[in-house]
């Protein structure tokens, strides 16, 4: 099948998330400014503790949690428009 030989950090593997969804190159920028801003912090002297863990890719399924998501911010700011203005409605009448 062809889609299983697209390349890591191709569009549809962005999309899907996983480990897939970086490229070597994406894989290797956030690998080396984890291990410089690890080596910077602990030079200025800050516990090994304090420093923030590696970002790693997007879980498998993060695209469909992020359309859900807006989804349902959208019908909250929809129920709150609706609400506002039956409050305006009363107060003019």
Do not use: F
């Amino acid at each position: 099948m062809l889609i299983s030989q697209l390349p890591p950090g191709s569009r549809l593997r962005r999309a899907l998330g996983g480990a897939e969804a970086w490229s070597e190159q994406v894989a290797a920028i956030h690998i080396e400014g984890q291990r410089n801003m690890a080596a910077t912090l602990s030079a200025a002297g800050v516990k090994s503790g304090k420093i923030p863990k590696p970002v790693e890719p997007p879980k498998p399924g993060w695209k469909a949690e992020a359309e859900a998501k807006a989804e349902r911010q959208g019908q909250k700011a929809a129920r709150w428009i609706e609400r506002n203005n039956a409050r305006e409605t009363d107060a003019g009448a």
